[in-house]
């Protein structure tokens, strides 16, 4: 069983590093996208002021129909709303009739009604109306009785409202009276209410242009400034990754010198002393006590040499720009064959890699291996590379012990953090790595590499 299995029985997947996309898109393109968010927040603003202008503007017009009623209610109907205007005499009816539309109806005011208590239509600029009864509503009758007013779009469906049909919509304001007598009386004028629309966007139209001028000036210094920010951020970036890879060419160079100590000094002694202890024992007339003791510990030094040169790699990988990849993986997955792991190599295009792609696939099938041995048990390992598209994906799937999150965690509380420090190092490149495993069904490891 290896790793493919685990995927058919649902794994367990191990929250490593994400992906991330590649950093710092160009200064222009950035600028653009700035520009572009700049422009849709602009448009959005002037949208919501326009709706806020023209309900402010239209609350603040049905204001001034509502103080147009007042005045003229309170300075031209009272004075000449008596006794006998109630009682119809009309000559007294002629009188309010004249003030009314000598200084009542006017521009947007197309229509009047006085009503009494009873809901009798006292007196009308329109004849027909003089004596009609209706039912008042309460928020009408309240006005009336406490002096107040109050203004909303006529119902033109209502009984006393049909003869103002031909004005089309209309906003009717009540206020609160009284006749020479001092009794209660309800004024009810009515305006044309794309008059009181047209006050509103008439008051947007003034200030409009500021306001979306200030915008859009405030975009346009935006701009430069968003373009020298988006460099130096590109700058930054691209000393970042200097940093990175002096720090990086600084290890190698390191390890390098250490592998070539190693390899000069102490390997080489070793060698020659394996080298000696093989000739003593074939000398004639060797003791034949002696000559096991020779053999064994002649064997363990050869064991040890092998060790180290396996750590060799391990320090100082191969040089994959003049080797290349496949011959790098295969030399790879030979010390495992080396230990008794079958190996299974499906290298699909790998000369095809650059240098810095080759050298995050070669690190992370090193670490993947890494973990087959010392943690696995396997006793099959498939190795698989291929290229799809624009990325590198790399699989290694062994038929070992597995793991489950408990016992992954457990190992990082310990200090083993190759995989952790895989993912991010892949993650910073644009890529990807995921690990699907099963405790006694082996493990997976998933790589993607973003290829150019």
């Known amino acids: 069983m290896t790793g493919r299995d685990v995927l058919e029985r649902g794994p367990t997947t191990l929250p490593l590093a994400p ?10 393109r950035l600028v653009a996208r700035f520009t572009a968010i700049g422009l849709l927040v602009t448009l959005a603003l002037a949208v919501g002021i326009a709706l806020l202008a023209r309900a402010n503007a239209t609350a603040t017009a049905t204001d001034q129909a509502g103080d147009i009623t007042w005045f003229t209610g309170k300075g031209v109907v009272e004075p000449l709303l008596s006794a006998d205007v109630e009682r119809g005499d009309p000559a007294a009816l002629a009188r309010l009739n004249s003030a009314v539309h000598r200084f009542v109806l006017s521009g947007s005011l197309v229509r009047t009604k006085i009503w009494d208590a009873s809901g009798r239509i006292v007196y009308s600029d329109e004849p027909a109306l003089i004596g009609q009864r209706y039912e008042l509503e309460d928020e009408e009758l309240r006005t009336l009785r406490t002096g107040g007013r109050d203004a909303d779009v006529s119902d033109l469906t209502r009984p006393e409202n049909a003869r103002e049909v031909q004005f089309g919509r209309l906003l009717e304001v009540h206020v609160g009276i009284t006749d020479t007598d001092g009794r209660p009386m309800l004024f009810e004028s009515y305006f044309r209410y794309d008059s009181v629309v047209d006050a509103g966007w008439a008051a947007w139209r003034t200030y409009a242009p500021i306001s979306i001028g200030a915008l859009l000036l405030l975009q346009l210094v935006q701009v430069p400034l968003a373009y020298v920010l988006a460099r130096r951020l590109q700058q930054r970036e691209a000393q970042r990754e200097r940093l990175l890879r002096h720090a990086v060419d600084a290890s190698t160079a390191e390890r390098r010198r250490i592998a070539g100590d190693l390899h000069d000094g102490v390997v080489q002694e070793l060698s020659g002393i394996t080298y000696s202890l093989d000739a003593y024992r074939l000398q004639p007339g060797a003791d034949d006590r002696a000559g096991a003791v020779v053999t064994d510990s002649a064997a363990r030094l050869r064991a040890s040499v092998g060790t180290l040169r396996t750590l060799l790699v391990d320090i100082y990988p191969p040089n994959l720009a003049d080797e290349g990849l496949e011959p ?22 790998a000369g095809s890699a650059r240098d810095d792609e080759a050298a995050l696939l070669y690190r992370a099938a090193q670490e993947a291996l890494r973990n087959v041995v ?15 598209g624009g990325s590198w994906h790399l699989t290694v799937d062994d038929d070992g012990r597995g793991f489950d999150a408990g016992t992954h965690a457990e190992r990082e509380d310990d200090g083993h953090l190759g995989l952790r420090s895989l993912g991010d190092l892949l993650a910073d490149a644009g890529g990807s790595l995921t690990v699907r495993a099963a405790a006694g069904a082996g493990t997976r490891v998933e790589v993607r590499v973003p290829a150019a």
Do not use: N, Y
Request: charged residues 40%.
């Open 19 to 28: 992906s991330r996309e590649r950093p710092a898109a160009p200064p222009v």
């Open 328 to 349: 790098a993986l295969r030399e790879l997955a030979g010390g495992l064959e080396r230990r008794g792991v079958a190996i299974d190599l499906d290298l699909d295009d």
């Open 374 to 388: 010392s943690h696995s048990g396997a006793e099959r390992v498939e190795i698989e590379l291929r290229r799809d």
